[in-house]
């Protein structure tokens, strides 16, 4: 199966949603960090850095 930014019912929301393209920069890193719903916290497992480079390409799919 392919992956897509589209998500997939169990396998992730999509980054590419209304809701996703309207959530601020902060929004996304709580959400990245913390975990959200089924999705797992990332604290710890990524960087500051990394954080903020996957908040950056998710943002970038809503500029094309």
Do not use: C, W, Y
């Amino acid at each position: 199966m392919e992956k897509t930014a589209e998500g997939r019912h169990f396998g992730g929301p999509s980054l590419i949603s209304d809701k996703t393209a309207a959530a601020s920069t902060q929004d996304l890193r709580n959400v990245i960090a913390n975990g959200k719903g089924h999705m797992p916290k990332f604290d710890g497992k990524l960087t500051a850095e990394e954080i903020d480079t996957l908040v950056r390409q998710i943002q970038a799919l809503h500029r094309k």
